[in-house]
């Protein structure tokens, strides 16, 4: 009987995401720019979570400086983060939801300087963390949360 196993191999810098809601690593892809990106990615969908059922993994080989992850957690606070040098995980973070997110989500409302001036940055704001609610730092319309899903 053959077993349904997937070896993807160490990675000698960079980071794995561990427990990323299944289904959500394309989007993460996409908001990471790792298409624009010279560094090897690979994404292991719907893998088998004691804790979650499903989820998906993604390891990313490029130099820890890179990159930006302040946007994982506003897509989804609970994935973690394992940072790697020299094929080893040298440390581990959680992720918290950030206090401002800079061009990852538009301002819907029409009258906002955001829709007159088209080179300015759309920059929202954690107003209410406990319901984690954003706002628009410039007209304070709320965030819509189609991004994030639970």
């Known amino acids: 009987m053959v077993e349904n196993t997937l070896n993807v191999g160490r990675i000698s810098e960079g980071f794995v995401l561990d427990h990323i809601q299944a289904g959500r690593s394309m989007d993460i892809y996409k908001y990471l720019h790792l298409d624009t990106l010279d560094c090897c990615v690979?994404?292991?969908?719907?893998?088998?979570?004691?804790?979650?059922?499903?989820?998906?993994?993604?390891?990313?080989?490029?130099?820890?400086?890179?990159?930006?992850?302040d946007i994982l957690g506003f897509?989804?606070?609970?994935?973690?983060?394992?940072?790697?040098?020299?094929?080893?995980v040298v440390e581990k973070r959680d992720l918290h939801l950030p206090h401002e997110i800079?061009?990852?989500?538009?301002?819907?409302?029409?009258?906002?300087?955001?829709?007159?001036?088209?080179?300015?940055?759309?920059?929202?704001?954690?107003?209410?963390?406990?319901?984690?609610?954003?706002?628009?730092?410039?007209?304070?319309?709320?965030?819509?949360?189609?991004?994030r899903r639970r």
Do not use: W
């Open 42 to 69: 690979a994404i292991i969908k719907n893998a088998k979570s004691s804790k979650m059922g499903k989820k998906d993994i993604m390891k990313i080989e490029c130099p820890i400086d890179f990159m930006d992850l």
């Open 75 to 88: 897509i989804d606070h609970n994935i973690t983060i394992n940072i790697v040098k020299d094929e080893v």
């Open 102 to 147: 800079k061009n990852v989500i538009k301002c819907k409302n029409p009258r906002c300087i955001t829709s007159i001036e088209q080179e300015l940055d759309h920059i929202f704001v954690l107003t209410d963390p406990e319901h984690e609610i954003y706002r628009c730092k410039y007209c304070e319309q709320k965030y819509d949360g189609r991004l």
